[in-house]
């Protein structure tokens, strides 16, 4: 039989490898965690900066909706001051066709535009009558006949386009009427 010889080199190379293997896998570990540290003390900055962001927005929230509150309150109360307040000619609403009759027995009214809208008004400057259907410039004459006469009152206007306008006054039926002349 013959024997094997056994030389001690194999071994001690083996060990080496071994050893190498061991440093190799103790440096590659180290740096993971030492990654795995850095990203998790990154996201707990992060996710205190977002909750600090928002809190800051929850607050600015806040102050917009109380401003919204206090412009509300004010509109509120503006919008009462107007409703207590008279109208007066200037304030009428100039989308409406409607004429606003006040009573009136007194036959010498007096015929305005304002904002291109005919008005007749009472001698206490109360409006009679209104047309905003059409869009006057400027009046070129009224007459309403005598004080006893029955006649309505008749007014010549012109457009703001320059079309001749009239106006007629019942003032028996308190009607007020317009049309083109030409």
């Not at 107007?82 to 009136?104: C, G, L, M, N």
Request: charge should be negative; aromatic fraction near 6%; hydrophobic fraction near 35%.
């Amino acid at each position: 039989m013959e024997q094997n010889e056994v030389t001690p080199f194999p071994v001690v190379e083996n060990k080496q490898k071994n050893d190498k293997n061991w440093k190799i896998a103790t440096v590659v570990a180290s740096v993971v965690a030492v990654c795995g540290i850095g990203f998790g003390v990154y996201g707990m900055i992060s996710a205190n900066s977002i909750k600090s962001s928002i809190t800051t927005k929850d607050d600015e929230i806040k102050n917009l909706n109380t401003k919204i509150e206090d412009l509300n309150a004010e509109i509120e109360e503006l919008e009462s001051q107007i409703e207590e307040q008279p109208i007066e000619y200037d304030d009428w609403d100039e989308d409406s066709e409607e004429s606003e009759v006040e009573p009136t027995v007194d036959r010498n009214l007096t015929a305005d535009v304002q904002n291109g809208v005919f008005i007749l008004m009472d001698k206490d400057g109360k409006i009679v009558a209104k047309d905003n259907t059409k869009d006057v410039a400027e009046i070129v004459s009224c007459d309403s006949g005598t004080a006893t006469s029955s006649s309505p009152l008749k007014c010549v206007a012109k457009s703001a386009d320059g079309r001749s306008v009239w106006f007629t006054y019942d003032f028996e039926s308190k009607e007020l009427k317009s049309g083109y002349s030409d």
